[in-house]
């Protein structure tokens, strides 16, 4: 069974950057896509952004538009969400899930990761 490993959380202040990253094994890497969700406390999952088996990318969330970049290294069976200019509203438990397309977020995505904690307070 596939497996996720996110890593890369962490506190950052208001403005900062952090990369995340999700590490799949057990299988290649090459025919899924990725997608990245976050859920804040109190709050509904959300789809963030998802990157495809292919290389093309969908945002799911209109506030990480120009922010956040989505990228995938196969070599490394890595994908990596780059997010610049972070607001204390992206706090929240980031989560990366693997289908074999970008579904639409509230699909049934059969992998997950365990997600990992960004943190965005001054």
């Known amino acids: 069974q596939l497996q996720l490993v996110e890593s890369g959380g962490g506190l950052v202040q208001p403005g900062g950057s952090l990369r995340l990253s999700c590490a799949v094994s057990?299988?290649?890497?090459?025919?899924?896509?990725i997608g990245w969700f976050r859920q804040a406390p109190g709050k509904e999952r959300e789809g963030v952004l998802c990157?495809?088996?292919?290389?093309?990318?969908?945002t799911y969330a209109d506030s990480v538009k120009g922010r956040f970049t989505i990228s995938r290294d196969n070599a490394k069976n890595t994908v990596y969400l780059q997010m610049n200019s972070l607001k204390p509203e992206d706090t929240a438990v980031y989560y990366c899930a693997a289908a074999f397309q970008c579904s639409a977020p509230k699909d049934p995505w059969p992998y997950w990761g365990q997600g990992t904690q960004v943190t965005v307070a001054s």
């Open positions: 057990k299988y290649t890497l090459d025919y899924y896509a």
């Open positions: 990157i495809s088996s292919s290389g093309g990318s969908t």
